[in-house]
């Protein structure tokens, strides 16, 4: 089974990168049941996140290119967190797409984008990468719930652009400081929103989900599907079977 190497675009100067590769089957799968004369739509994922990536394979869907957009993730002044969430997917869709019009192959290309945000009330909680961020985070989700918005954002070829709102309620068991130290020792925290990632070792501490995890993760599934769906992109192509 052949391995296919990624484009990632790099947005200042379009540079391309080979970055991870990923197997094949959905894309020839889709080519296989695509209509004679007809091109296969172009999809690109505005974000170099492995677990989007992961998430988007999972359901048959292998992104033309990776175009991460840099954007400054710092909340306004009385910016809510699910406006917080909603703003920061628009403005990497809209980074993303910008880019994208000044490269040849994928000018007509779908994009997604999407933004995860992890808050206590109406604090957010950062996208830990230091050691003492993810401690704060793990002791103020101990024992309490929280709620996890994911906003996803589409722009189709037509300049279509479409965005759902996903929330989540998560509550975690009592920690204990053996716990928290277990957990900080595995690394696993490292830029994850709220300082933990529920696919992983953090799932052992979650005691009620209510909503989708496949959002908790990064990117809510049947949302993008509907919304990909909606503005014509065949997302079916890949599962094995004419659509």
Same mark, same amino acid.
């Given at each position: 089974?052949?391995?296919?190497?990624?484009?990632?675009?790099?947005?200042?100067?379009?540079?391309?990168?080979?970055?991870?590769?990923?197997?094949?089957?959905?894309?020839?799968?889709?080519?296989?049941?695509?209509?004679?004369?007809?091109?296969?739509?172009?999809?690109?994922?505005?974000?170099?996140?492995?677990?989007?990536?992961?998430?988007?394979?999972?359901?048959?869907?292998?992104?033309?290119?990776?175009?991460?957009?840099?954007?400054?993730?710092?909340?306004?002044?009385?910016?809510?967190?699910?406006?917080?969430?909603?703003?920061? $997917?628009?403005?990497?869709?809209?980074?993303?797409?910008?880019? $994208?019009?000044?490269?040849?192959?994928?000018?007509?290309?779908?994009?997604?984008?999407?933004?995860?945000?992890?808050?206590?009330?109406?604090?957010?909680?950062?996208?830990? !990468?230091?050691?003492?961020?993810?401690?704060?985070?793990?002791?103020?989700?101990?024992?309490?719930?929280?709620?996890?918005?994911?906003?996803?954002?589409?722009?189709?070829?037509?300049?279509?652009?479409?965005?759902?709102?996903?929330?989540?309620?998560?509550?975690?068991?009592?920690?204990?400081?053996?716990?928290?130290?277990?957990?900080?020792?595995?690394?696993?925290?490292?830029?994850?929103?709220?300082?933990?990632?529920?696919?992983?070792?953090?799932?052992?501490?979650?005691?009620?989900?209510?909503?989708?995890?496949?959002?908790?993760?990064?990117?809510?599934?049947? @949302?993008?599907?509907?919304?990909? !769906?909606? @503005?014509?992109?065949?997302?079916?192509?890949?599962?094995? $079977?004419?659509?």
């Amino acid at each position: 089974m052949r391995a296919r190497p990624y484009l990632l675009l790099d947005k200042p100067h379009m540079s391309a990168v080979t970055t991870q590769t990923a197997t094949e089957p959905a894309i020839a799968a889709a080519q296989a049941n695509a209509k004679p004369g007809t091109a296969l739509p172009k999809l690109v994922l505005a974000s170099a996140s492995p677990r989007r990536l992961a998430l988007l394979q999972q359901i048959g869907i292998e992104p033309d290119a990776l175009l991460p957009a840099d954007v400054d993730e710092t909340p306004r002044k009385s910016e809510s967190p699910r406006e917080l969430a909603r703003r920061l $997917a628009r403005a990497k869709l809209d980074a993303a797409g910008e880019a $994208a019009r000044r490269n040849d192959m994928l000018r007509d290309a779908y994009l997604v984008s999407a933004d995860t945000v992890v808050a206590v009330g109406r604090r957010v909680l950062p996208k830990a !990468e230091r050691l003492d961020e993810a401690a704060d985070c793990l002791r103020l989700l101990s024992g309490r719930p929280h709620r996890v918005y994911t906003a996803v954002c589409i722009l189709s070829p037509k300049g279509r652009q479409r965005e759902r709102l996903v929330e989540a309620r998560v509550r975690f068991k009592r920690l204990s400081s053996r716990e928290i130290e277990s957990y900080l020792g595995s690394g696993e925290w490292r830029g994850k929103a709220g300082g933990y990632a529920i696919q992983g070792l953090a799932g052992a501490f979650v005691i009620k989900l209510v909503g989708s995890q496949s959002a908790v993760v990064g990117l809510p599934l049947y @949302e993008t599907m509907t919304l990909l !769906e909606g @503005e014509g992109f065949p997302v079916r192509r890949g599962w094995g $079977a004419p659509v």
